[in-house]
């Protein structure tokens, strides 16, 4: 009786008509952002041999923010965008992209597509293709391997990546190869090969590290414009720059979240003075 | 009508690609097709006194020698531009060797040393009544082709998924192929797989009705080798000169970035690894009725690493240097072996160390560095090293 009833109610639920059968979702759906917040990160947690680097971990970003990551080194900050863009699993917690999409379900590539894209913390592009070469394969659209055999550069994408170069400021080396370029040209170039695939949220890991000083403030700039279309969460370790863009702060601090607000009220708050802005004040 | 002008279109791309300033390297393509021809016609033409005359021994060896250039192009493809190190694709070659070594065996019929018109010889000295399955169809050309490029191509899907799946790269990766052609080595030498065990396949009589020791047959045989090997250069410079193969640049170079870009790189691994296959199974195909025999030797574990040497000493990342690299190293080797048979793999060894250290882009390498000096006159500003298209000296020469 009772394993019939089961089956009964499994076919009831398949028949429902509300309801979608999960293989017939398409695996690429706009993220669902009805809440206002596009990113849900609960009871993260992440070990390596024992060692926690994430440690029940809740933040949630809204839509639409600019939001600074500050910690210490080894507080979790890259390990964070590891596991938001799939490249390391976690022990345990969930991690949402707006409502509707789960992050744990998918891998690199997917995550990508969804709309989350990602810059390192050590300059990472295409050494041995052009300026205009890298911004080309990071077109936002379709990634297969037999589309990219016929691809054309079409005249709107060349109109984009045109107006990406201007943005990143780069027009001028667009036909000199990427491992040419200085240090901070590749940190813009990497920051521009996320703007040429138009992501929803950008996740921008130490952005002005071995900039001078007057590269740090067009980043500055460059970032504080792409808030409001895209989210941008950055992490960042100049406190200058933060100051400069932030207007929230998230401190990390042993894989957890510390504190949280504004950047005045984060600097008095007195654990964050304890444990990390107390070290260099 | 529209698929019409679709191929109209295709076509003229292909053109166009192929008529693309400095990339091209059509006058390796050139020299090839010219060379060939004329010792073809020396050795059809002219009397065997002539002093022009080309021995049938000289056209079957540069008839071999293509074959392997074909092979180190397959190398090329995967490990210069793609970053994977394959020390198996002599396992590839060899599959579509034995492929094409089986449609040979069925032709001899009664001719054999017992005159069995349904078994080989070898399955007769074993005492076996009949032909195992697996030797079905093999009678007929077009079929033994399809099945000698079926098997090694989905050889190299299922390894290539496999590997490319779980993230296997690097020595690891070079590893296992070394583990999967000794493998099939050793299992290509027992008797019982019925493929003709330690001796292979041999003692070929003809191949679609053309006498295989004919003049004709053997210069027929390298025309068409050097045209597959023209065909499979100019693909392959298609492919890489298209966005995959710029796709497959960036895999080489930051793997983590090109995922995090989105592309499924283990998909661009493994499609390009199965396309390498495949060019290793044809040019297997033509070297097995151009050398008489095929067997297990082939799989050697060796085989593979002198691949990598041709590749390297030609300049890896380049196709037309692989070629170059295979025909030289592979000369060198047919007069240095005339000589002192013993020595060759210290040379070899000596080779691909002096290559390593002196040569890291080997012979195309320094061969792009002469023309940019020869380029880089007074009087020329920096601006001319970049073209049009984008591309910049450097790229066109690496
Ligand atoms: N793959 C890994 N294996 C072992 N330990 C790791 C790994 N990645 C990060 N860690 C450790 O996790 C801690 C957090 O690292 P990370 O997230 O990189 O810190 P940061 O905030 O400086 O970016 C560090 O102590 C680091 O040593
Ligand atoms: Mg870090």
Redesign the interface.
Known sequence: MNPINHFAGQARELMRRDTTWPFLVTRRRPVDVSKNIILYLEELNVSFDGFKALNNLNLYVNDGELRCLIGANGAGKTTLMDVI?G?TACDSGSAWFGQNIDLLAHD???I??LGI??K?QKP???????V??NL???LKGY???WR????RLSGTERDRIEEVLSVIGLEDV????AGALSHGQKQWLEIG?LLA?EPRLLLVDEPVAGMTAEETERTAELLTSLAGKHTVIVVEHDMEFVRSIARTVTVLHQGSVLAEGTMDQVQNNRDVIEVYLGEDA | MNVLNSLAQASYRLLAAMRQPGRGTSWLVGILLVVTLAMSAANLLLPADSPFYVSTYTITLMGKYLCFAMLAMAVDIVWGYCGILSLGHGAFFALGGYGMGMYLMRQIGDRGVYGNPNLPDFMVFLNWQELPWYWFGMDQFWFAIFMALLVPGTLAFVFGWLAFRSRVTGVYFSIMTQALTYALMLAFFRNEMGFGGNNGLTDFKDILGFDLQADATRVALLLVTTFLVVVTFLVSRT?VQ???G??I??V???E??????????E??KV?LFVYSALIAAVAGMLYVPQVGIINPGEFSPLNSIEVVVWVAVGGRGTLYGAIVGALLVNYAKTRFTALMPDAWLFALGALFVIVTVYLPRGLAGLFGRVIELVHRRPGRGKEQT??DD???V??VG?
């Open positions: 863009t490249k690199e590539a997917e990508a597509g894209g990602r390192f990472t592009v295409f050494e041995a293709h052009t205009f070469g080309e394969l990071s990634r297969g391997v990219a055999l016929t691809a667009r036909y000199q190869l090969m695939a | 492919i298209s966005r995959l710029r796709v640049v960036a080489r170079d930051a983590a970035r090109t995922r995090f870009l989105g592309y499924r790189t998909h661009y499609w970049t073209r984008g591309l910049s450097a790229e690496a």
